[in-house]
């Protein structure tokens, strides 16, 4: 994935404010930052009890949570599920955890995947797809990817799994995009070959609230417990997250709400002359006979953007969250 502005050689990553105005000192304030995958829509928060800030987080909570998200993944058993502050710290987690070996990163996708296997001694490449990753001891899929929205079949995953499984290696599919999606997801597919990372804050737009789930065979779920400690979800985000997984009408209506918004976005690139190439209903990727342009007309208006190094002419946009951001956006694309 793209390095970014100011980073170094650090992995770029959405949201960056603070590099979009080094680049852009002159731009109009607020931003309109459409550099992520998040919910520009979030879920309404409840109101929370105090307890939930001053004590530390009880079995029961983290029980009640465990709960919700088994029903909103379709989960069987709870022992088959942990709850994390993020999916990032799962990421970073499970190349600990596994024995050093072949590691295959289906991409470009995600950077924090190949980072993480490769930090933990892995030896990593990443290919073109699943035919090239047919010696890997681990294989990591994101599905739908990021940025191109591919997919796979679950069927084709599960039988990857099993034959991974079968000479003691993994299979990681990472769902963080799945929740609003017309995909056939592997929650209720769980065996020892498979691992399913599931993102919250990106479906309900409350990525500040650090929730996220690893879904597993019961004996690799208890060691990622293991290793990510005790209390290590929030009062606050178990709370709101039991809440909200259990929302199953809103969780239909922002699928056709975001994918509404998604077509609309498709039509302002190409009438901007870009050609969308996929994404999901969380954010659209283009191409662009002049992305650097565009890239630039639109910092100097305060609308931010992702670009990716290794392809030029591609940029990445959010969704706007409102009609004046959706105006505003028009007009640079005009």
Not at 144 to 154: F, K, S
Request: charged content about 20%; overall charge neutral; aromatic content about 6%.
């Amino acid at each position: 994935m793209a390095r970014g502005p100011g980073t170094g050689e650090g992995i770029a990553h959405g949201g960056d404010l603070d590099a979009a105005r080094r680049l852009f000192p002159q731009a109009p304030e607020p931003w309109l930052d459409l550099s992520t995958g998040i919910n520009p829509v979030p879920y309404p928060c409840p109101a929370l009890d105090a307890s939930a800030f001053q004590r530390l987080p009880s079995a029961a909570d983290l029980a009640a949570l465990r709960a919700a998200a088994a029903e909103a993944y379709g989960v069987a058993d709870l022992e088959r599920i942990v709850a994390a502050p993020g999916t990032q710290i799962l990421i970073e987690t499970l190349p600990r955890l596994q024995p050093r070996g072949r590691v295959a990163v289906l991409g470009p996708t995600y950077a924090e995947h190949a980072a993480a296997w490769t930090r933990a001694g892995h030896a990593v490449a990443t290919v073109p797809g699943l035919a090239a990753a047919r010696d890997a001891d681990v294989v990591v899929v994101v599905n739908p990817n990021n940025p191109d929205g591919r997919t796979w079949e679950a069927a084709t995953l599960r039988a990857l799994a099993s034959d991974l499984a079968g000479r003691g290696g993994l299979l990681v599919v990472d769902e963080a995009f799945a929740d609003l999606e017309p995909l056939e997801t592997l929650g209720a597919s769980l065996g020892p070959g498979l691992v399913v990372l599931r993102s919250f804050g990106k479906t309900y737009g409350l990525a500040g609230i650090r929730l996220g789930f690893a879904l597993g065979e019961p004996g690799r779920a208890a060691a990622l417990a293991e290793a990510l400690g005790p209390w290590a979800v929030s009062g606050p985000a178990l709370a709101i997250g039991r809440t909200a997984l259990s929302d199953a009408s809103w969780r239909r209506e922002a699928v056709i709400a975001r994918a509404a918004d998604a077509a609309r976005l498709d039509r302002m690139i190409r009438r901007a002359g870009g050609t969308p190439i996929g994404g999901t209903c969380l954010f659209r990727t283009a191409d662009f006979p002049d992305a650097p342009g565009l890239y630039d007309r639109l910092g100097a208006a305060g609308i931010y953007v992702r670009r990716f190094a290794e392809a030029p002419a591609r940029l990445r946009f959010g969704l706007p969250p409102d009609k004046a951001a959706w105006c505003r956006l028009s007009r640079i694309l005009r």
